[in-house]
């Protein structure tokens, strides 16, 4: 080594220790700044002027395809409420921060969040696993945890165990229950086989259906997430004889079987949950892992799947017409997919829950009105939120729908049920329409 | 048996540094004592030096939780489960010569155990016995796959054990009732006894949350497996190892087995990985698969490796670079007004140029870089010293 590339190394070796050093210092000045005016900074995060809300999403990794756009249409949607004025008058400072779908990366930066950060409430904390982590650590520091970006039973069911914590989307056994009772009244002499995740997506998706179509199921297969080879379960479904697959998987796992059942010759009538059932990203997994055989999601034709919210396929919706508007005003690149609309439907049911925190909000007074006033919100969800003293569980229904070209089309209006043996309804509700200026204007819950 | 490695003397000048260690490791070959140059003020014994080393860092490290904020006593707490794993990682590939890629799922194997045995009905077991047992179920886990370790080499050990890393967490998804399948089992900590709240009001009336008493929980374990890994390298056992390591031709014919040293390394390592598990489960709060992959075993690896192989100083820098660095370069990422993907995405990209420029001007790591460059100060000096007295 010479003199110099030595002094080069040592040069390095103090910049990392500085670097290092400079980081462990940590910064403490995100000082609040206090107003005179009605508004006042009534809580951790909140000032006369802001509320600072934040998340975690997988924004690289294997999860971030998709997952990692949520954030930037929650991104849209308050930038458009802020420049139209806030909520009461305070503008929303979005934080959102990477864990890469690993729980122990979330533990830390949710510490970050409300150690550092100082976050009012976390917002859409995406993946079960992940946020399972940090459950126990949010309610104990009774931060609210709205919104949980996944469909486990883990964020609703008990109230009294997580009081902070609420669902949003609809729960994997609704969804399966809604499946299971289609497929019983639509095809009862189909010999159906189910196509599962191995973790508690799956088990209660599987739950669900069962409770309708115990005695049509003639194969479950599960397969564990990070094992790309899905040949021996669409091997097993074909043999025992399935003619309608119901799959409960993510998105990639949806391209797979599709590729495997291809290769296999196997033409059943596929049904994949909501989650795995996105056509733009399947189409372009399977372009992907086919490396461009198989070019876009035509294979998907005529496959059905469930819906809690409007997609980017019905332009004519109102709420898709809103969503692109707050989306092209928002100046990021791109078109928008139906992962900005998630991001985005969430924001606003953010905006109403805060509006229904009142004048100046705190942790408390937030929690309480979306458990008081949150079943009551007319928003993008198909279905209203089911949240009560009792149940913390979100959007409470689906429709079924069938792939159709670039679009879809409906085969069942939404209907809406709850956990366990609660009934099947039909949605009797109107359809709901946004407001005009598209901010909500929910009022102070009592 | 392997090839007889290049004495590293015959680049670096042959008689002016007599005991120049192997580049790569050369963080690891601390003096056994102080050496001959007397102007230390520690005691000569390695007893009494490592235990006045303790007391210095357990006062400095007390200072420094209370002097920082609770997100960075957070930081710290996650520093320590890191430094606990790459301290016994850093025995066993910079001491040892062994690489492993396995040992995430060793620290899986502490906190699954831990959060089984917190997670009991009734009142649990007192937490240093449970993390006792976490400590003795990896190391008999640690002794099973070190037995098999101990036949392999170089590439094909690191095969052995990167199975170990891809398959074990799989048993979590097996026995889905016991052990919670993907998504794991919570953990719930303990609460802090009433003398720790004394404790922190005495010293300096901070609020002792729980964030606060898990980072001492962490401390207190790094500094007792670094105060026994210090010992331990400094013993007939470390200079055995580092025999087997550096020649095992000539270890062999001084009698030593070179199976049996290479299966209590891979044992010493497994133990610390099962410590450092335990206390990951407590401050992460959860036990599951998708926290214990491959790229945590990753992690460490490059953590001692940027730090300097076989040093226990090094482990730590290259823990807290693990720690410290993502926040801060995507907090930079976010000043220079990067959105905030973007940012996270810096992150992971300026490790990899950090490792990079680490191995191609620091091969030896931080520790290592220094402590050779300070060794070869020292012999130009007695060279001049000895040109000046007429040779």
Redesign the interface.
Known sequence: MSRS??R???V??AV??A??L???G?S?DNGGGGGSTANEASDTGVTADTIKIGSHYP??GVAAPGY?TI??GA?AYFDYVNKNGGVNGRKIDW????DA????NT???V??LV??DEVFAIMGGLG???H??????LN?EGVPDLFVASG?R?WGEDPKKNPDTFGWQTDYESEGKIIGQYIAQKFPNAKVGLFL????FGQDGEKGVRQFIDKQVVSAQRY??GNTAVGPQIAALKAAGADFVVGFNVPAYTALSQLTALQLGFKPQWFYSNVGSDPTLVGALLNNFSQGKVADASSLEGTITTAYLPTVDHPDDPWVQLFQKVWDASGQTGPMSNYHIYGMSQAYTMVQALQAAGQNPTRKSLMDAVEKAGADWKGPGLAPFRYSADSHMGIGGMSVVQISGTSTKELQPVMTTDLGDAKIQAYDGKESTPPSSGIPDEKAAK | MSEPQSPANARAGDELIEETPFTATAAANAPSAQAAGGRSFLPKSTLLRHLLILVLSAVGAVILLEVTDPFTNSQLASLTYYAIAAGGLTVLTGMNGQISLGHGALMAVGAYTTALFLGVDGEPLPLPVIFLVAVAISTIVGALVGVAAARLHGPYLAGATLALAVGLPGLALYFRDTLGGEQGLRVRAPEPPASFTNFIDLVSGNPASGTKWLAYVGVICLLITFFLLANLVRSRIGRTWRAVRDQEVAAELAGIDLGAWRVLAFVVSAACAGLAGAVLALVVRLAAPSGFTLVLSLALLTAIVIGGLGSLLGALLGSALLVFLPPFVTNLGGDFGLDQTKAAQLAPFVYGVVLIVAMIFAPAGIVGTIRLRWMTARAKRAVAGRAAHGG
Do not use: H, I, M
């Open positions: 590339s030595r080069l190394v040592t390095l070796a990392t220790v670097s290092t400079a980081a462990c940590g403490n924004l690289t990692s954030p930037l991104q934080v959102y921060k990477d779908y690993n729980p122990t533990s830390q930066v510490n970050e150690l550092k079960t696993p992940t399972s982590a940090v459950v126990d650590f104990s486990s883990l995740q191995d973790d508690d564990t997430p």
